[in-house]
């Protein structure tokens, strides 16, 4: 499990696997999002509820199964 903080703020900058704001270059705030997608199967963003990596894919708020699955491997 990965808190994420600010590293990844909502499930849209998972979904995408890109920053879209950041303190450092842009570049920086990608790379960091796509570690932490590579290493983690639960991410607590910092503005959004768990996200998980399951057997069905990702999911979100309220167990909904995203299409584009950020936390596949």
Known sequence: MVVAGDAIRYAREALLQACDMAFDEIAAG???????????????????????????????RAGAVRAADPLAR
Not at 41 to 55: M, Q, S, V
């Open 30 to 60: 990608t790379a960091s999002i796509r570690t932490i997608l590579a290493r983690a199967d639960r991410i607590t963003p910092g503005h959004f509820p768990e996200l998980r990596r399951t057997e069905a894919g990702s999911s979100g």
